[in-house]
């Protein structure tokens, strides 16, 4: 048990990049949520035509480092129907409370998604979960332990595979076999993707240095669900969804609301 415990919080340290510096949110509107940890920080945009209620709800979860206040209007600005986005600050990242740790990052998503549901005008419309590196591999757990309509993953990592076989610096190059064996089992991706059938859009940078395109098919292969995969030559980790085309974003979108039904 002691030795998970500093395996998972070496790990936290070593992946989590925590900042507190104020960051101005815009025109993003900030809401609490509450956990056994503390204040959870979360912002939200709406896009409402015609003075419609939200019809759907994405939920951005976040990088290693990202901040909330960053987040911009992707995807509600590429779709035609009044939706809503809420992006998160984990712990110990901008005002949330609590240490960053990758135990509570994973604790914390269902109990972001559930108090994100308990709002009035999202009880009963469709949640999809967009997620970039480590946030795609917490959309997929999230989506295996959640009602969730689809998902839209950037080079996510299977964190357990990652350490034993691309980071040999780890555990004094032994490949990171102690510390992968630490990692929480939200973030056993491949694991994972193999209990997960909500329709995702996958991206992959095929120049990612840091999660290889190579592991990324991996968790391609392993997914029950229907996918649309999207592969991005000369593309590194820094790829982010709305970087995207924006017609070929437009037409994973449009496969993912129809209910991404078909494979492609």
């Known amino acids: 048990m002691l030795g998970s415990t500093l395996g998972i919080a070496i790990a936290s340290r ?5 900042t507190r510096n104020p960051i101005d949110p815009g025109s993003l509107q900030r809401f609490w949520i509450t956990t056994p940890w503390g204040r959870q ?28 206040e960053r987040s911009t ?22 005002a949330s409370e609590g240490k960053a740790h990758l ?22 419309v469709p949640i999809y979960v967009l997620g970039n590196s480590l946030g795609g591999a917490l959309a997929i757990y999230l989506a295996t332990v959640r009602a969730v309509a689809g998902i839209v993953l950037c080079n ?16 004094f190059g032994c490949g990171g ?3 992968g064996k630490c990692i929480p089992q939200p973030l056993s991706t491949i694991a994972l993707a193999k209990q997960s059938t909500t329709p995702a859009v996958f991206v992959t940078s095929l120049e990612d240095q840091l999660v290889p395109a190579a592991l990324q098919r ?4 392993a997914y029950r669900g ?8 000369e593309a590194g980790h820094e790829l982010r969804l709305g970087d995207l085309p924006s017609g070929q974003m437009k037409k994973a979108l449009e496969w993912l609301l129809a209910g991404g039904i078909e494979k492609v």
């Open 41 to 68: 920080e979360v912002f939200r945009q709406d896009r409402l035509i015609g003075g419609e209620k939200p019809k759907r709800l994405f939920i951005k979860l976040p990088g290693s480092s990202g901040r909330a």
């Open 226 to 233: 229907n996918l649309y995969p999207i592969e991005v030559a």
């Open 156 to 171: 996510p990592p299977s964190l357990p595979e990652l350490l034993r076989r691309y980071n040999r610096w780890w555990n």
């Open 14 to 18: 070593a992946i989590l990049r925590p």
């Open 103 to 124: 135990d509570t990052h994973c604790r914390s998503v269902p109990l972001l998604y559930d108090a994100c549901r308990s709002l009035p005008e999202f009880h009963d």
């Open 73 to 94: 209007m992707f995807p509600i600005d590429r779709i035609e129907t009044s939706s809503s986005v809420v992006t998160w600050n984990p712990p110990g990242f901008g």
């Open 177 to 179: 076999t102690w510390l």
């Open 218 to 221: 991996e968790i391609v292969t």
